[in-house]
Structures are given as C-alpha cells and as structure tokens.
C-alpha cells in the first residue's frame, strides 16, 4: 500500500477542487424536482464544472467490472440504485430519491463528494434512512484523528448504522484521494477498532457510507455500472473529503450550500 501524504499547499488545492465539487451539487440542488431526468442533470453538472475550468473526472472512467467507460459526469443512483447510476431520461418523481455523485478534477487535484437528494416530500422511513447516512458520515469523520486507524472509522460508521437496523454495503469503500481520485487507503464502511493503517498529517481520504434500507446484498444490472440493491429497497450515499492535519480533521467538501437549498 502506497499512501500519499499531502503537504499544506496541496491541501489547499484539493480543498479549492473540493468546494468546486460541492458548488456543482448545489447546482444540482437547485434543479432537482419532480418531472426533471437525471440526463438534464448531468448537463447542468457538466456545463458548471467546464464552465469553471475543471474536468469532471468521472466522464471516461475505465469500467473495473469490463464494460463501457462512464458515459456521464455524475453518477446518479435512484431509489434502489445503491452507487454508479447512469443518468437517463427517465424523470424523477414525487417521493423519489436519488444520490448524486460528483468527482472533478482542477490544478491537478481531484474532489469527491456525494449527496442524496429528495424529490419533494419522501416517506418517514426514507427520511430516517438519509438522515442516519448523513449522520454516520459525520461520525466516521470525527473518528478520523491523527493516531487513530482506518478500522476505527468503519467501526464507527457501522455501529451507528446497525444499531438502526440498516445495512453497510461491503462491495464498495471509501478511498485515498489526491492526485489521482483513487489512492490507498481502502476506507470501508465497517470494520474492527484498532485495525487498519493508522491516520496520519497528511492523509486526504473520502469517506462515504452507503447505507441500505433492508439487507445490504447488491447485484450489478446489464449496463455494467448501475449498482443496485437484491431486495429491491431504497439505499442512500453520503460523500465528504476530509484532510487529516495540524491535529485534526479538515472536511474539504460541504454541504452547507445545497443545505440552503433543499431546507
Ligand atoms: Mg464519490
Ligand atoms: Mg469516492
């Protein structure tokens, strides 16, 4: 494992690509409503990051299950789609959820973040469903203190998750991120206190649960990306970048603009 550590002055630049990524899922926010397609929403996301000067790193990704690279410049996972979601024409509806996933790239730096968004009012259950997501986020990123290690922030995003009867996805993980959007660390959603690579100044990752509704068993559809849950129930994705330095943990992303705009 090769894991590289960020000086200041690369943390800055991760955290201008960072802020870049958060500015485009505010767009987002802003088009998201009952009737729009996921496909006007990859315009709007891929227009803001051009028009920006940044590179939606996603467009082209190589496909690590064989097929086709990415079509789009944002994943969009609707409902029971857990991660990887084509955009297409089919429109959102009332009730609906979708996670919008966002990676660009600018000054040689990637950014990484994810949000899932209601379409207009959602059940009580998919509301709690997004809200523990969100907040297990927030407590694996607490977790993640120079000296502590890798499986304490699985640990902590899992428990918290457990403890509410949802599932923790195992397929896919949190990463390193830097110059290239994938970098070791793994950084899974579950995990043992005390194992792992120990967190150091220096270490910029993405943490991101994806959290189901029932059992977290997951299948890959016939377009070789979209990644959905067996049981067929709702799954929610939350996304930050964080850098670990001076002490302390330093959240890149945000989510305090598409807050505005969804509250
Ligand atoms: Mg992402
Ligand atoms: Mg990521």
Redesign the pocket.
């Known amino acids: 494992m090769k894991i590289f550590l960020k000086t200041e002055e690369e943390i800055e630049l991760m955290r201008a690509a960072n802020l870049m990524v958060s500015a485009t899922l505010a767009e987002i926010a802003k088009a998201i409503r009952p009737g729009v397609t996921t496909s006007q929403l990859d315009k709007v996301a891929d227009e803001y990051i051009r028009d920006n000067g940044a590179v939606p790193t996603f467009k082209g990704f190589p496909n690590p299950c064989g097929g086709e690279t990415f079509p789009a410049s944002i994943c969009t996972s609707v409902n029971d789609e857990v991660v990887h979601g084509l955009p297409n024409d089919r429109s959102l509806q009332e009730g609906d959820i979708v996670s919008v996933d966002c990676g660009i790239l600018l000054n040689g730096y990637n950014g990484?973040s994810c949000y899932t968004f209601c379409v207009g009012e959602v059940s009580a259950e998919v509301e709690q469903l997004l809200r523990t997501t969100r907040e297990a986020l927030y407590k694996g990123i607490e977790t993640a203190l120079p000296g502590r290690r890798i499986g304490d922030i699985g640990y902590a995003v899992q428990t918290y998750c457990e403890a509410q009867g949802f599932g923790i996805v195992r397929e896919f993980v949190?990463?390193g991120i830097g110059k290239k959007m994938h970098e070791d660390p793994p950084v899974p959603n579950y995990g043992r206190r005390g194992n792992g690579p120990q967190l150091k100044n220096g270490y910029c990752i993405?943490i991101?649960p994806m959290i189901t509704m029932g059992s977290p068993k997951i299948y890959l559809t016939d377009d070789r990306w979209t990644v959905k849950t067996r049981d067929g129930k709702p799954a929610a994705h939350f996304?930050h970048t964080v850098a670990i330095h001076q002490g302390r943990v330093d959240i890149l992303s945000s989510f305090e603009e598409i807050d505005k705009i969804v509250k």
């Open positions: 990484d949190g990463h993405a991101e996304e």
